[in-house]
């Protein structure tokens, strides 16, 4: 085995192998070449190699979010690193422990007119966890430096022992911040020439720090709130993204059992059952400009676990009509959605379901059956209206989610696909993910496919055409399993635009809005060697699903094209339909 010359490359190797990190995303530059050829002479690490930064960032976020694990990405110096920005950001607020390598120049090369240079210190500051800004190995110095300062042999060994003292107090910090908290981390790592030399000897055995956890319990907050609980006849449970199986099934039969509990599941939870109100919009829109219905909706309190919520209309309600108590569960974060928080229980939620059921009491209240009544109208009319109307962008999620194999994996790009995936019941066996920490359409394609290289089960992708295109350089990956699967639904431009405020059918709103373009997958199916099949009618999309999942020598695009006038008619016209014949 080889290891880099450079002390700086063979600590961050070592303490990487000894934190548990087996994946890591390389882009190609030469500044980051000690990493690279360190990295990849490892047996206990997969590497990948990713051209495009932005691809390989989202690439890295889809793998650490089946494995549950940080994964790393590396590059280059400059403007490199900044590709990275977007899956970051995603990574922040979704919890992905996503590990930012960057190599940079010597700090005496920062602006001064060298070539790939950025100041890199500092870049995500925004949107990070822990930033570790490490020092350049006084053993790696280039002549021109080391012409400028002269040290003697044992100050050089003195100053080299601090600095190899500094880098890794500031690895293990990151390292551990990273599972910690569940979220990206960025280590910048100084390089100077020469980059490429290697030998035969580990010589750096750095000094691993074990991560100490935190497990202290609000015990008496979660008595407080059992009491309120249990002397309470309104109760709503609302569940933002979650991971598959995160709550276990005994507390949710708890809940789907107490009369005085509604609760509202987004498609990203993971969580769906007959009982609970899986359909958030369907139920809730026909009531909004309805005060007394409104007043009749509002809880008493408002449990919300998970993370970002997709409906705008819940939002909106619940901030007009603000629960008496809101309480959020997460293990990481909390976000002041409604404006009245009023506990934040940073625990597993099935520790704290685990403590506050014993204190809790169902009560007797009718606010369940009252809502459940509305809910069974509301499913009769959309099967009633699905049958009537015509080929558009709800008839094709219809036949798609309809037609889904069972316990596959499900990614669901943003805007419209994400939107319409809501009105839709979901096998309950099947593992659904969305990138909304940002709700970006820019990543969902790449995400996906580092999903579908560590999961054992088939992935597949509905995405929508902008987000398909914008993310088109996902595909130059070579490590593409052969049961991938993309569905494209080309309504040729941003549809969703369409159904917000605005004035459509203008030159303006064309150009500058739903951007109307006329392309297709179809050579890039040809180029990056995916199957490709299409669709534009219920008839031909049911015909070419019969065999879209079976196995091929191939991954497989499905281009589904919609109707891009008729589509947000019919999607106003379906909420308009609960309201009729009331």
């Known amino acids: 085995m080889m290891y880099s010359k450079i002390p700086l490359a063979q600590t961050l190797v070592s303490l990487c ?39 390989a960032a989202f690439f890295a976020l889809g793998m650490a979010q089946q494995l549950g694990k940080p994964v790393a990405v590396i590059c280059t110096s400059g403007s490199a690193v900044l590709n990275y920005y977007p899956a970051i950001a995603e990574a922040y607020y979704s919890n992905v422990p996503v590990v930012v390598i960057s190599a940079d120049r010597p700090e005496y090369l920062i602006d001064v007119g060298d070539g790939q240079t950025i100041r890199q210190k500092h870049v995500f500051k925004s949107h990070i966890n822990y930033e570790a800004n490490l020092k350049q190995d006084i053993t790696h110095k280039t002549t021109i430096l080391a012409e400028t300062h002269q040290l003697s042999p044992e100050m050089e060994r003195e100053l080299q022992k601090n600095i190899q003292a500094y880098n890794e107090k500031e690895i293990n910090l990151a390292l551990n911040t990273a599972v910690e908290k569940n979220g990206p981390v960025h280590i910048n790592a100084p390089f100077d020439e020469p980059l490429y030399d290697m030998q035969t000897e580990q010589t750096v055995f750095p000094k691993v720090d074990e991560l100490v956890v935190n497990n202290a319990i609000a015990q008496q907050e979660i008595a407080n709130v059992a009491s309120i609980w249990s002397n309470s006849t309104r109760k709503m449970v609302l569940v933002g993204t979650l991971p ?26 993971n969580l769906r059952d007959d009982t609970f109100f899986n359909k958030i919009d369907q139920m809730i829109l026909p009531i909004e400009k309805s005060e007394a219905m409104l007043e009749k909706f509002q809880p008493e309190v408002l449990l919300t676990l998970g993370g970002m919520i997709v409906s705008k209309k819940i939002k909106a309600i619940l901030r007009k009509r603000q629960p008496k108590h809101h309480w959020h569960i997460h293990e990481n974060s909390v976000f002041d959605t409604f404006f009245c928080l009023e506990h934040f229980f940073k625990m597993n939620p099935n520790h704290f379901f685990e403590l506050f059921f014993e204190q809790a009491n169902t009560v007797k209240s009718s606010y369940k059956s009252f809502w459940n ?19 558009t962008d709800l008839k094709a999620f219809e036949a798609i989610l309809g037609t889904l194999p069972s316990s596959i994996i499900l990614h669901l790009g943003n805007s419209s696909t994400v939107r319409y995936a809501q009105l839709f019941e979901i096998d309950a066996s099947i593992e659904l993910f969305c990138n909304r920490g940002t709700s970006g359409i820019d990543g969902s394609t790449s995400t996906a496919i580092g999903t579908a290289v560590i999961a054992e089960k088939q992935t597949v992708l509905i995405t929508g055409d902008l987000s398909f295109f914008y993310d088109s350089n996902a595909l130059w990956n070579n490590y593409i399993p052969k049961n991938f699967r993309i569905m494209l639904v080309n309504n040729s431009g941003g549809g969703i635009f369409r159904i917000l405020p605005g004035n459509k059918n203008t030159e303006n709103f064309d150009t500058y809005f739903e951007t109307i373009h006329p392309h297709t997958a179809k050579q890039l199916a040809a180029m990056y060697q995916f199957e490709y099949s299409t669709a534009s009618d219920k008839i031909s999309l049911q015909t070419e699903l019969q065999t879209f999942y079976k196995e091929s020598e191939k991954p497989k695009i499905l281009e589904i094209f919609t109707p891009r006038i008729e589509n947000d008619g019919a999607l106003i016209d379906y909420f308009k339909f609960f309201n009729e014949n009331k």
């Open 17 to 55: 192998i000894a934190k548990g990190i087996h994946h890591v995303v390389i882009s190609p530059g030469s500044r980051n070449a000690p990493l690279t050829l360190s990295f990849s002479q490892q047996s206990t690490i997969h590497t990948y190699s990713i051209v495009d930064e932005r691809c």
């Open 373 to 391: 009544a509305i809910k069974q109208e509301r499913e009769e009319k959309h099967e009633i209206y699905l049958k009537q109307i015509n080929f």
């Open 244 to 269: 598959p199986n995160t709550i276990a099934k005994k507390y949710l039969e708890i809940l789907a059992n107490d009369p005085s509990v509604l609760v509202f599941t987004e498609t990203t939870s």
